[in-house]
């Protein structure tokens, strides 16, 4: 039971042609253990997300090799698309599920990092939990300047890149590696449909409106519910957990004489994450993925 | 991930002779894809308890095979302890996990009846949801005059097994073979050192008191934790779900103007029991197994 397991989402900049997104993703149906997620594009951004998950030393071997695919078949200078990007193979997280650590995924990124230098020529940024600087933690200051602005950006000793040459791919440009948290997407409906009430909510639970680090939060109306919602991303689960978001909006929603009428969770969720929340209402000190039995096989 | 789990705790009549254990634990360990979770001896009793999960059909083999192995090594003629018992391998119940329903499982212990019936010559009695009539529901009515007075109580035709000869085996006496729910022991404890109170609300609360069905429960001092304990199994996790008894422990509590200090989970859980439990909390509509990210691989 002491195989550790971690998640890769991998987004590539190519959104359109279809035939290079399915031999990307066709790299990781080929390995053996890894299982295949979701992949998803969108044309507009020309761009596409892959998710798998499986083993640490399988997943690693599928990042690389779904790196050298992208490398090998995405050309950025003819690449047009609505969303910012600086590579191919634009990003590459490594998060961690059962039995592995942060250090696991951090350890792994810096793997892939070197052999995706080494082997690929490819320029390489440590980011997030892996970022050796803190200019490097967030991928929209390591992106800036996107494909174009790299050869100049590049001339800075600040962007000397931790893995590869010091100068971008020609045709793929640099690639961010890095270990992440699993970001969970949690909406709270409130009920009422006044929307102002659930913008107020969000913009001051929200770390970018002085409210909670770890959660991004938009107040909108969703007309066919009648109700308006409290949209959120949580960036780290374990350092703010389910609970304490849905606590903290019943807390702001009763300024307005307004009560949580249900929650939605969008997709997938570790479930660490359900075990820190249920042990929070339950008044469990202490519950172990090790006590959940479907686990143990 | 449409393999259907399943667990199965098989218990033997023997709990002292180590090597005759291992012999009968030795079975699951041979097939592969089993899980052998958990198997402990009680020599007072004379009996040991076998945990194991895996694939429907694999569990299935593992089950026959040990109850093979326990009727050829264990003798209830020469058998003493203080269980009860009526067979060298006693009772045999099989419990739905992940992708399994209660019928699977009810399938199972027929199937399972039959060729224990068929290959063993020992008679069968189909119990808990398996069982054909009310009176062979629980496992005490089944095993009511134990090993040796079999030989009186088949001749009422009331007790003509399910599978296997009318007679009883001259060794391994009979065996109870039958699906039921994942057992689940919780305890709640109370910020109080007055046991009255902890006996009163578990008096109140269980079945036996007229109480919530599925729930056994008593009341006690635990003297290094200077707490009460409302001590429970909760038979049926599905009817009973885990929130429903701590919120009405703590109704109960009031009553006596004490409050709920920390509660403590025995053993392990089935993830289900956490997903319930957890969303009536979250407020989630709609949380299911798949959406667990574990649970994928």
Redo the contacts between chains.
């Keep these: 039971m002491e195989i550790k397991?971690i998640?890769c989402v991998p987004n590539i900049s190519e959104g359109r042609e279809k035939s290079i997104v399915e031999k990307c993703v066709d790299e990781i149906r080929s390995i053996s253990d890894l299982?295949l997620?979701d992949y998803s594009s969108d044309p507009d951004h020309n761009r596409s997300v892959i998710t798998f998950?499986?083993p640490l030393e399988k997943v690693k071997e599928g990042a690389f090799q779904l790196a050298k695919k992208a490398v090998e078949l995405i050309d950025l200078n003819h690449q047009k698309g609505t969303h910012p990007r600086m590579g191919a193979i634009d990003v590459i997280p490594f998060v961690p599920?059962?039995n592995a650590t942060m250090e696991d995924c951090i350890q792994a990124s810096a793997e892939v990092g070197e052999r995706v230098g080494r082997e690929l020529s490819l320029p390489v940024y440590l980011y997030a939990n892996s970022a050796k600087s803190e200019d490097r933690k967030k991928l929209p200051t390591i992106r800036k300047g996107e494909f174009e602005g790299f050869d100049e950006k590049m001339k800075d000793p600040r962007w000397t890149p931790d893995f590869g040459p010091n100068c971008k791919h020609p045709s793929a440009g640099v690639v961010a590696i890095g270990a992440r948290e699993?970001l969970v997407a949690f909406n709270i409906y409130l009920d009422t449909i006044n929307e102002a009430v659930a913008q107020q909510i969000a913009q001051g639970i929200r770390e970018s409106g002085g409210g909670h680090r770890w959660l991004q939060a938009k107040g909108m109306l969703i007309q066919e519910k009648n109700m308006v919602q409290v949209s959120m991303n949580i960036l780290d689960f374990q350092k703010l957990p389910?609970?304490r978001v849905?606590e903290l909006v019943r807390l702001e929603a009763k300024r307005y004489g307004v009560s949580?009428?249900?929650?939605?969770?969008i997709?997938?969720?570790?479930?660490q994450a359900?075990?820190n929340?249920?042990a929070y209402?339950?008044?469990?000190?202490d519950?172990k993925q090790d006590?959940?039995?479907?686990?143990?096989?």
């Design positions: 397991t998640e299982k997620i998950i499986g599920l059962t699993f389910l609970y849905i949580i009428k249900e929650t939605e969770l997709g997938l969720i570790p479930v359900v075990l929340s249920f209402y339950a008044q469990l000190p519950l006590q959940i039995i479907e686990l143990k096989l």
